[in-house]
């Protein structure tokens, strides 16, 4: 079983759910993404999306697009991304780390290299935006070769067809888009997120995370009513947005110890 599949086995034992931040790493400068991290978990998150900035982040909206343009402007790519997992590693060897971005980095760095990188590194996930799984079978069998779980995202307008592609491919966790449209837009209609949480837990065994649009710690504990994670990310770019680089971890760790408490007040 991967990290990601310990943790979710754990969490299931103790009735708990899964807090999933996300952070664009880069922003807003390169030296603050480790200390981000390392206060995304002592809030409590279970794992962490650590997104790899791009030039054209088609399914981003405009928080984490100007977040990759900021970690762009001070050059950050792909091998930089994996030396901050690394340095992260160095004093958490517990907590999953899954890498979120798009597959024109991967392929300029090559696949095979990418994914031997990413596992030295310390990877345990990957999700690929704009890999669909008809087109990306070798890479994720490779990906679980090296202990590495293959994530893909599934949308409201996801068909059928889709959704038992991705339910025979995924592993560690299947990424519920809530809303249709790019990130950090709209307003979730809870009882239609759950329909389609269910539509996908009906020809999958594997947990289900949600994200797009949670922005607060009531929405993600009625989110983990009938999910197993609670994904956020917009909302926690723009508390970086709000800070300065030195304060940016802590406003990040308050920020998601409160989602982190109202979470728990409905276990």
Do not use: W
């Not at 086995?9 to 103790?14: A, D, I, N, S, V």
């Not at 991290?37 to 791009?54: R, T, Y």
């Not at 994914?115 to 890479?139: L, N, R, T, W």
């Not at 490779?142 to 996801?158: E, Q, V």
Request: overall charge negative; aromatic content about 6%.
């Amino acid at each position: 079983m991967s990290r990601i599949g310990t943790v979710f086995e754990g969490l299931r034992k103790t009735g708990r759910k899964a807090l999933i931040p996300y952070v664009t790493a880069g922003d807003p400068e390169p030296g603050v993404t480790v200390p981000v991290l390392h206060a995304m978990v002592d809030a409590g998150s279970d794992m962490i999306e650590v997104g790899v900035p791009f030039s054209d982040p088609m399914a981003d909206g405009p928080v984490i697009q100007k977040s990759g343009e900021r970690a762009l402007k001070h050059g950050t790519g792909l091998r930089d991304v994996l030396q901050m997992i690394r340095t992260f590693r160095t004093r958490d060897s517990r907590t999953p780390v899954i890498l979120m971005g798009y597959a024109n980095p991967i392929e300029a760095m090559g696949t095979s290299l990418f994914v031997k990188e990413a596992s030295h590194a310390g990877v345990d996930g990957v999700i690929v935006v704009d890999y669909p799984p008809e087109e990306c079978e070798d890479f994720s069998a490779l990906l679980r070769k090296n202990g590495m779980d293959m994530i893909f995202l599934l949308a409201p307008t996801s068909t059928a067809q889709r959704v038992e592609s991705v339910a025979k491919m995924a592993s560690g966790y299947i990424y519920y888009v809530s809303l249709k449209g790019t990130t950090g837009a709209g307003h979730l209609d809870l009882q239609d997120v759950e329909k389609n949480v269910q539509r996908i837990r009906d020809v999958s065994g594997i947990p289900v995370g949600v994200g797009f649009g949670i922005r607060d710690g009531a929405t993600a504990r009625a989110i983990c009513n009938f999910a197993d994670a609670a994904i956020i990310g917009s909302r926690v770019i723009q508390e970086i947005e709000a800070a300065t680089p030195a304060t940016a971890p802590a406003k990040v760790k308050a920020f998601l110890s409160e989602v982190r408490a109202a979470m728990d007040e409905g276990e």
